[in-house]
C-alpha cells in the first residue's frame, strides 16, 4: 500500500489513507483530475463562447488545477493541454496572434496547406535565380 503519492517535492497522502483518516476533499484538491476533464473543459468552452482569449481560458482552470503546483506550472499545463488539442487532436486552432491568442473550434486546414505552398514557390524561385546568375557569371567568364 502506497502512503504517498505524486512526485517530489509535491507529495501527497494517498487516497487509501484519506479515506482513512477521512480527508478526501483535500486530496482530490492536491491530486487534481485527469488531462481528458481539463481538456473537455477548454472545448466546451470554445464551443459555447466562440473565441475564447488565453486569459479566459486561465481565468477558467486555475482553479481547478491541483493546489500543490505553482502558478507557473500551471500557465504551463495549461499550454501543454493547448497545444495538445491543437496539433494532435486537431479540436480548436488559433485565429490570433501569439501574443493576443484567439482560440476557436475547428481545424486549421486553410492555413497549413496555403503555407506549404508559400514555402515551395519560394524555393523554386530561389533555386531558379541561383542557376540564372551561375550560368550569366559562367557566360561572362568566356569573354
Not at 501527497?12 to 481528458?36: L, P, R, T, W, Y
Amino acid at each position: 500500500m502506497k502512503a504517498v503519492e505524486g512526485r517530489y517535492p509535491n507529495v501527497f497522502i494517498s487516497s487509501k489513507i484519506a479515506a482513512a483518516i477521512g480527508d478526501q476533499a483535500k486530496h482530490v484538491k492536491f491530486g487534481g483530475f485527469e488531462n481528458q476533464y481539463y481538456r473537455d473543459m477548454i472545448v466546451k468552452l470554445v464551443s459555447e463562447h466562440g473565441p475564447v482569449s488565453r486569459e479566459v481560458i486561465d481565468e477558467v482552470l486555475m482553479n481547478k488545477l491541483p493546489e500543490i503546483i505553482t502558478e507557473k506550472q500551471k500557465k504551463t499545463k495549461i499550454h501543454n493541454l493547448l497545444y495538445e488539442l491543437s496539433t494532435k487532436s486537431d479540436c480548436i486552432h488559433n485565429i490570433g496572434s501569439r501574443r493576443l491568442p484567439k482560440w476557436i473550434l475547428g481545424k486549421a486546414e486553410g492555413a497549413i496547406k496555403s503555407n506549404k505552398k508559400q514555402k515551395s514557390s519560394i524555393g523554386n524561385r530561389t533555386k531558379s535565380i541561383y542557376i540564372s546568375t551561375r550560368y550569366f557569371f559562367s557566360f561572362l567568364c568566356f569573354f
